[in-house]
C-alpha cells in the first residue's frame, strides 16, 4: 500500500479545523499528523471532535516546533495576521512543502495561488503556496462569474451567514441569545470579501453582510446591472454551460434555501430574476461556510496539489453536489 500524505492543522480549535479534522481523518490517501491549538494543547481530538483519529491530542506548537514536523503539507487555521510566522519556518526548512492558508493574509499575494477550483483550477498546477477564498467570496464570486463579462457598474451583494461564521471567540455575533428573532448587520462598507471579490474578479462588488440566528449556511444575493438585454433562459444557459462539468456546484431554477445546503459540500445557485428590461439581474448562492466555504475548498486544493481527484476524500450526495 502506497505511503500516506502527511498534513498537520494549525489553529484547529474553530469549526472549520473540526471539519478539516474529520475530512482529513476519514481521506484515503492523506494521514493526519498533528493538530496544534494553544487553548486545547493536550487534550485528546476526538474528546471535542467527533469523528477525529483516536490516539491524537492537540499540541500546542510555536512556528519552528511546526517547520520541525515530518510533513509534506501544513494547513493554517488561524485567525488573520497570525500566519506569517509559521510561513516563514516551514518553507525555510522545507521549501517544498505544501502550505493551505485558511485566513485572509494571503489572499491579495501575487505570490500565492488563490485556490477557488472552479475559477482558477488552470493556475493551480504545481502550486505550493495556496490561499484559501474567504466563504461569503466563494458564494459571491461564483453567482457573478457567469455574467462577468457584460456587467455595468459595481455588483451589489447582500448576504447573511449563520453565526458559525463569527468563530468561537464570544461577540455579539456568534451570541444565540442577542441573534434570537434577530438580523444583525455589520461591517456594511469596505469589508474584506468586498475588497477580496472585488480584487480576483477585477469588478468593483459592494457586500453587506449579516449574521443570523442559525448555526452554519451562507444566503448571498447578488443585485447585476448589465450591459445589454438578457432573458432568463440565455441567462441560464450562461451559467448552465459554465458550471453543469462542476460536481460541486449545482444550478437551480428557484431561488435556494440554506436550510438545504447546511452540512453539504456544493454550492446551489438559482433565483435568477430578470427586471422588465432585462438589464438588472439578481442571482442567489447558498452555500456551507464551514465547508465549501472553508474546509471542502482546502480539501480540493490540498488534493489537486498532490496529484489526486479534486475530490477524493470529498463525500458525495447524489441528491445534491
Known sequence: ???RTR?????????????LVRLLAAHPDFELAFVSSRELAGQPLDASIAGAPRGLAFER????DVARKEVEAVVLALPNGRAAAFVEAVRARTPG?????LSADHRFDDAWYYGLPELTREASRDQRLISNPGCYA????????????VLEGPVQCFGVSGWSGAGTSPSDKNDPDKLRDNLMPYALVDHLHERE???HLAHP???MPHVAAHFRGITLTANLHLTRHFDREAVMARFHQRYDDEPLVEVVDPAPWVSRIAGRHGVQVGGFTLSADGRRLVVVATLDNLLKGAATQALQNLNRAFGLPELTGIPHDPRMP
Do not use: H, K, N, W
Open 1 to 3: 500500500m502506497a505511503e
Open 7 to 19: 498534513i498537520g492543522i494549525v489553529g484547529a480549535r474553530g469549526y472549520v479545523g473540526g471539519e
Open 61 to 64: 506548537l510555536e512556528p519552528m
Open 97 to 101: 512543502a505544501v502550505l493551505v492558508d
Open 138 to 149: 466563494t458564494a459571491m464570486q461564483l453567482a457573478i462569474a457567469p455574467m462577468r463579462d
Open 197 to 199: 471579490v472585488s480584487r
Open 205 to 207: 462588488v459592494e457586500f
